[in-house]
């Protein structure tokens, strides 16, 4: 992709790379689960059956009613979660402990399918309110945008302000595609009541725990750090 990104950058304009790049990704056996945006409703069923054929099982297609390639703070939200459900052409012991649960024939029918499920999401579903795109539009600038990213993780953010919130829907959404928000108990750490909020939405996730992990990780500093330590690393491969 590199070798083609000053071309792309030169026509100015929206071409296949855009739509490869998500699924061209040079790490992609070591992602357990990911969020992929497309800009296009068409393409979010195309994309999820891609993910499915290429062995994702814990992954969500996104795409905006504005044609945005991420979920939508402003309104409707069309998914294409994948998810994992037991195959009933499965005859082999029930549970993974029993001493026959692996077989040796390729072609039995396997345990687990990994199915598309499709719905729509909103603000509300996450309980948060609607804000219009404008409001959460980056910086024109490169610095602008570090600038607005450093005081979110710094927690300096109003709790109602459209960019946090816009932030944590979709922090929220990758807790629940990875199962995060599956648990009944919950110890983040040091401001984490544990207060578990169990309610389902569309698709089955549970969208407000999501945000609740994402506030806490806001706004107990764990997101800083985690991201003052990927820099870290990242700074050490690139000096040696």
Known sequence: MKHVAPIRKDLGFRTIFNILGPLANPVE???EARVVGVSHKDL???FAEALRLSGAKKAMVVCGAE???EISCAGKTYCWRLIE???PAFRGPKNEEDEDYTTSDEEAPPRMLVKIEEFELDPSHFGSPAHPLAKVAGGKL???NADILVELLQNQLPKDDPILQFVLINTAALFVIAGVCDADTSDMGHGDTGGVISE???GGGRWKEGV???RWAIES???LRSLNGFIEVSNSFASG
């Open 29 to 31: 056996g070591a992602i």
């Open 44 to 46: 979010g069923s195309v």
């Open 67 to 69: 044609d945005l390639d």
């Open 85 to 87: 459900r037991p195959n």
């Open 142 to 144: 490169p610095h602008q």
């Open 200 to 202: 389902q939405g569309p």
């Open 212 to 214: 609740r992990r994402a």
């Open 221 to 223: 500093g764990e997101a």
